[in-house]
């Protein structure tokens, strides 16, 4: 099973930009579709961003699409999550997550590995 450290997270203004990072270990971090998502205060947790193992497929929720980015480096066992255009509307605390399965329809399935977190606050 793969271990997930989140970092990058902090405060930020309206309209500004943060990059959050997810460093994988103890597994083939290249078998792994990763995901972003995110919970705010008395809200269900939500996929943001899903990317594929190639690269070649990502999803996006439509609250994000134009303003987020995943990426990631399989060299560096790391994924990424850019975020511009920030609005307070995206505060919370932010997760990735790791899944064997290789769809990233609706933002994939089966997400067993999870990190412990990075909050993001954007204030207005």
């Known amino acids: 099973q793969v271990q997930l450290v989140e970092s990058g997270g902090g405060l930020v203004q309206a309209g500004g930009s943060l990059r959050l990072s997810c460093a994988a270990s103890g597994s083939t971090f290249s078998m792994y579709t990763m995901g972003w998502f995110r919970q705010a205060p008395g809200k269900e947790r939500e996929s943001v961003a899903v990317i594929s193992w190639s690269e070649l497929s990502t999803y996006y929720a439509d609250s994000v699409k134009g303003r987020f980015t995943i990426s990631r480096d399989n060299a560096k066992n790391t994924v990424y999550l850019q975020m511009n255009s920030l609005k307070p509307e995206d505060t919370a605390v932010y997760y990735c997550?790791?899944?064997?399965?290789?769809?990233?329809?609706?933002?994939?399935?089966?997400?067993?590995?999870w990190g412990q977190g990075t909050q993001v606050t954007v204030s207005s």
């Open positions: 997550a790791a899944s064997k399965s290789r769809s990233v329809v609706g933002g994939g399935v089966n997400f067993r590995s």
